[in-house]
């Protein structure tokens, strides 16, 4: 059901879906440090990594490579509040849409909230790892493994979620106008 409420939430999600793509068409490729080509990844975008990944990855990108991925992590700190309020924004649209589920489930709001933060551990981790490049620390790399797949793995649980909750409220809503078709035949 269209309500006030879920008008204002489909327009905050209409407005970060759109700086989302803007995120994705033009800063991102701007500062990127992904070679596609080579199929190499930023330590962002990977499950996990250990030492001599970290090692071989900044000797491949270089001290230029280095410096724009200083520069790409800075840019990833207003990217991750964009993805976080999003995910946070369309949860609670579907959260609204499913009545007494939705009211049980309020604390999934909180998902999003949990990402951005090991998003934010992330980036710093990776921020402490490019300054000290010549001698990585173990425990940072270790932990800065663990974060980015802590990231992922909520990451994976937040979008399992969207896509049961949005399956939820269209069975739900086609259920009711089958109901509605029904009593008006009979």
Do not use: C
């Not at 999600?13 to 990127?32: C, K, N, R, T």
């Amino acid at each position: 059901m269209i309500t006030r409420k879920n008008k204002q939430l489909l327009l905050i999600i209409g407005v970060l879906s759109m700086l989302l793509i803007a995120f994705y068409v033009w800063l991102m490729p701007l500062f990127d440090v992904n070679h596609h080509n080579t199929g190499l990844q930023i330590l962002d975008l990977r499950h996990s990594y250990n030492k001599n990944a970290v090692i071989q990855f900044f000797s491949t990108i270089g001290e230029s490579g280095i410096i724009q991925y200083k520069t790409f992590i800075f840019v990833d700190f207003v990217y991750l509040f964009v993805y976080g309020a999003l995910a946070f924004f369309f949860l609670k649209f579907l959260l609204n849409n499913l009545e007494r589920l939705g009211i049980v489930l309020q604390w999934a709001l909180w998902l999003p909230a949990l990402l951005m933060i090991l998003d934010i551990i992330e980036n710093i981790n990776i921020l402490v790892l490019l300054k000290n490049n010549a001698d990585l620390p173990e425990f940072n790399v270790q932990f800065g493994s663990a974060a980015t797949t802590l990231k992922w793995i909520s990451a994976a649980v937040i979008i399992g979620m969207v896509m049961v909750f949005a399956l939820i409220v269209i069975v739900r809503n086609v259920f009711i106008k089958i109901r509605k078709t029904l009593k008006l035949i009979i």
